[in-house]
């Protein structure tokens, strides 16, 4: 997700890059009347302050007026079909098999694979999800009590990476020799029932922990805004009667009981 | 090297809600006032504007607006007997960052707390006696009265706009609000907000009953309004992404919509962000805060000396600074004595999920606060002879979002996948609907704060040690509330409901609030409290803590109408007598 990463710079101190100093930008002390003049000439100036600009957008010393700039916010990225950008295709086809059983396709909705959650899972796993940017990473680390919250050294990206590998080396093991992808539905849900229930062991991962990271970025995927590469179509909001990113219901508070009639719109607006 | 820079009249630690507060009543009062926030500079129109503030997977899901973990964050262990870890991601609670602090991304749900909250102990001893309440239990009362703080609640009520009705007017009582409140001076400033099927449905099931429901007072405003500031709001469009999100219309009471274009048009304010303070300094007595360190982006060191120091950095991080800064004595459960970490206490959330056939709730058209509500069952509003707890909280419908990720809900036998679970979810969304209670949470002697010996942070300081556990008396009092609770829902005519009281163990993965309380309280005498009733340092006069850090326990309300009504009352104390003659407010 690119706006978080951009967002992180702009939030996380100790991200800065080396030179991205605030000598220039916000000497303490210094007061002057707004900080937007001197943030614009520095970004017509050269290349490094280009550096400078991603990683402190914003002000260190803000006096005498609101430091407001045009376009100055992160919207978000759009995400685009295509190729993997963090699976290898084996790994992307066994994802696309398991949302396509966690949201099964019916006459009237989509399931997970052409609701495009694979696609989602895949891009959130490239970005500063999948590498667990902005959380506390450092050791040591000791399982906890469930109370205590995940304790994995792991990142998400490569959480999923294991377990995948050990996904399919266990139905190798138990299927002849087929992959996930390969099995009946029926045999699909053995599966997945076992990992929900703690019954299927993954080596050297949890394959509980794994269910629960995959269901939750499946439903992630069905019903975040489409501008991530899931909910293709407004397909999840659709199936459910949510009008997505609609900003003034002020009509329609005290219309009770009605059905709103309006189709859904995501962040980049509708897709006819 | 930290380098030293010319002194100031006063320095505040944060930007947040009472950082923004005192800065405008101490640059009003004539000083030269500097605000050093961690966090980036926020804008409505740039930060958050209505093409993509409506992210649920980006805010909500991914916490864009919050803490980074990596930055600072806590360990956390259940009780004194385990070892504390990290908490890696947020998930019960959402540490704020950036001007404006969790003034940005609250629901504005602003409550005021009963006379009663305020003389805690003194009234439930002399209600029940003094066996009534449990043995460990460290409630006390604050050292104010409800009446010494009228008149800054409705300051600050009148800077955000508050939208609600009054329920007692100088004692007479109002139909339609709630009858429960304390005294105030006059009705709220604008008209409730509208209200959509299911607190509708709530409040005619509860009428009924015998309750008297009324609207939840609200910063998400019912209508434009002009504040004593002359910073003026726009009406709430009821967009369903309030809580955990910035408002891109100008509705939401914020430090951005409220004081911020106001103070930073004075000449004697400067404000300086993406800086964390390190630390409090203090001269060699140790009675003297002489400034602060702090940290820019690209890890240089600053000192900024200054006469008075305001810490004004959200419950948790004021705390963190003051075990680091060594002021006050650190709380030590096994003799039960110090003052700093002492008093922690959080919130008791229980809910009532209700399935119907033939409802339409449209629950995505919402707002932070919107909703409407009985307060029965809080604080001592009800006899606890029988019940054998103390405490309690409001409750009600209250329609917050519709957002998919984090609501679509199931009745509980449903597959959590699957076919099964697409029909359920596609049938429950638009009719189904969730009631909860929002209880308190009192203090206890082996609930603290303190720092950890192991975990470090990016200045290699010691993380700070939540050690917390839910206690035997608020488990009864959410099975108690959610029961009755439920009576009001089963009223609504569903067709399955179902009971989530609170149980077990305090988790700290599942979100509740971000009501944190505690840690440097105030109170009537240095041994029980960190700070006096002015919410000064009682060991270090010229520093002044603001914020729920303040509270010996936490009634069943939402904190920041009294976090805010305290700013303006400490703002008071200072430029009226601090200033004066500066030194401690109270003799001992
Ligand atoms: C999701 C959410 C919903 C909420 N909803 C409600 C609600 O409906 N009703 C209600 O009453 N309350 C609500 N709250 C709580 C409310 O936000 C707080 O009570 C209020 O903001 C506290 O004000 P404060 O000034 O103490 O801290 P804040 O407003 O949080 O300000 C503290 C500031 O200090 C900065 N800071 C911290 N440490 C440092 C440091 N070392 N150096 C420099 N700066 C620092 C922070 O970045 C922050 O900007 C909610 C909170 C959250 C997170
Ligand atoms: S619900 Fe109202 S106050 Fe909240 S973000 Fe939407 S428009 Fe703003």
């Not at chain 1, 999948?130 to 959380?135: C, D």
């Not at chain 1, 699909?188 to 929900?196: N, Q, R, W």
């Not at chain 2, 991914?62 to 980074?68: A, S, W």
Request: neutral net charge; hydrophobic residues 35%.
């Amino acid at each position: 997700m690119v706006a978080k990463e951009i967002r992180l710079n702009v939030n996380g101190i100790g991200k800065m890059a080396p030179g991205g100093d605030s000598a220039g930008e916000g000497m303490p002390g210094s007061s002057r009347s707004g900080p937007g003049v001197r943030r614009r000439e520095l970004l017509i100036t050269t290349a490094m302050t280009l550096v400078f600009s991603a990683t402190s957008a914003r002000a260190l010393v803000v006096k005498g007026s609101l430091p407001w700039a045009t376009n100055a916010g992160t919207p978000p990225t759009a995400v685009h079909p295509g190729p993997w950008a963090y699976f290898t295709p084996e790994e992307g086809a066994a994802i696309e098999a398991l949302v396509d059983r966690l949201i099964p396709p019916d006459p009237q909705t989509p399931g997970g694979k052409d609701a495009g959650c694979a696609v989602f899972i895949d891009r959130q796993l490239a970005g500063s999800f999948g590498s667990a940017e902005g959380l506390y990473m450092h050791g040591p680390f000791a399982d906890g009590t469930p109370q205590q919250g995940d304790q994995s050294p792991l990142t998400p990206a490569a959480r999923y990476r294991q377990a995948l590998a050990a996904l399919d080396k266990y139905c190798r093991a138990t299927y002849s020799a087929k992959s996930f992808v390969q099995l009946s539905d029926d045999e699909k849900d053995k599966v997945i029932v076992g990992l929900e229930k703690g019954q299927v062991q993954l080596e050297g991962t949890s394959g509980r922990t794994f269910f629960e990271y995959l269901l939750q970025n499946t439903r992630e995927g069905f019903f975040a805004d489409p501008v991530y590469g899931g909910n293709r179509d407004m397909v999840g909001w659709k199936m459910i009667g949510f009008p997505g990113a609609r900003y003034d219901y002020r009509d329609w508070v005290e219309r009770h009981n009605e059905r709103y009639p309006l189709p859904p719109v995501g962040i980049a607006g509708r897709p006819e | 090297m930290t380098r030293k820079l010319p002194a100031t009249d006063v320095v505040i630690v944060g930007l947040g809600w009472t950082g923004s507060i005192l800065a405008h009543e101490l640059t009003g009062a004539g000083l030269n006032v500097v605000a050093i926030e961690r966090g980036p500079w926020r804008d409505t129109a740039t930060d958050f504007p209505p093409a993509y503030a409506q992210d649920e997977l980006r805010y909500r899901i991914r916490h864009d607006l919050f803490l980074r973990p990596e930055q600072l964050t806590m360990t956390f262990r259940n009780n004194a007997n385990q070892t504390a870890l990290p908490i890696r991601s947020w998930g019960s609670f959402m540490p704020p960052n950036g001007v404006g602090g969790g003034g940005v991304h609250w629901n504005a749900e602003t409550w005021r707390f009963l006379p009663s909250d305020f003389e805690l102990r003194t009234h439930l001893v002399g209600r029940y006696g003094e066996k009534f309440l449990p043995e460990d239990m460290t409630i006390q009362d604050w050292g104010i009265t409800y009446d010494d703080l009228e008149p800054h609640y409705d300051k600050f009520e009148y800077l955000c706009g508050t939208s609600g009705k009054a329920g007692n007017i100088k004692g007479r009582i109002e139909a339609g609000g709630n009858p429960f409140e304390g005294a105030r001076s006059r009705e709220y400033p604008t008209p409730p907000q509208k209200q959509p099927y299911g607190p509708t449905l709530f409040a005619q099931a509860a009428q009924e009953m015998g309750y008297k429901p009324f609207p939840q007072p609200s910063g998400n405003l019912s209508q434009a309004y002009t504040n004593p500031l002359g910073v003026t709001i726009g009406p709430c469009t009821y967009c369903g992404f309030c809580e955990w999100f910035g408002c891109g219309n100008y509705s939401k009471a914020s430090p951005q919509t409220t004081i911020l274009p106001a103070l930073i048009r004075r000449p004697n304010f400067e404000a300086r962000t993406q800086c964390e303070v390190s630390k409090i300094n203090l001269d060699k007595s140790g009675k003297r805060a002489t400034g602060v360190t702090y940290v820019d982006t690209s890890g240089n060191e600053w000192e900024q000396p200054a006469d008075l120091v305001l810490l004004c950095a959200f419950q948790l991080f004021n705390v963190h600074l003051l075990l680091h800064s060594g002021i006050g004595k650190p709380y030590d459960p096994r003799a039960g004595e110090g003052v700093i970490g002492r008093n922690y206490s959080y919130q008791v959330t229980s809910s009532v999920d209700a399935f119907f056939d033939d409802k339409i709730f449209n629950p995505f058209i919402a707002s932070g606060s919107i909703g409407m509500c009985i307060d029965e069952f809080n604080g001592d509003n009800f006899d606890h002879g029988p019940h054998g707890f103390v405490g309690g909280g409001y409750m009600g419908a209250v329609q917050t979002n519709g957002r998919p990720i984090q609501t679509a809900r199931t009745p509980q036998a449903t597959p959590r996948w699957g076919a099964e679970w697409k029909k359920a979810v596609a049938k429950s969304y638009l009719s189904s609907y969730e009631a909860v209670t929002h209880g308190g949470c009192y203090s206890y002697r082996d609930v603290y704060l303190d720092l950890d010996p192991t975990y470090t942070d990016r200045f290699g300081r010691k993380l700070m040690r939540l050690t917390f556990d839910f206690h035997e008396n608020e488990l009864k009092m959410s099975t108690y509330l959610t029961d009755r609770l439920a009576e009001v829902v089963q009223k609504m005519g569903p067709r399955q409901l179902e009971k989530h009281p609170r149980r077990g163990h305090y988790d700290v993965t599942v979100y509740q609030t971000t009501h944190t309380c505690g840690g440097a309280i105030m109170g009537v005498e240095p041994k029980t409290s960190a700070l006096n009733r002015y919410l000064q340092s009682w060991d270090v006069p010229n520093l002044f803590v603001m914020g729920a850090t303040a509270f010996p326990q936490n009634p069943g309300y939402n904190p920041t109408d009294t976090v805010g009504a305290l700013a303006y009352w400490a703002a008071d104390a200072i430029v009226n007598h601090y200033l004066k003659s500066p030194g401690p407010l109270v003799q001992i």
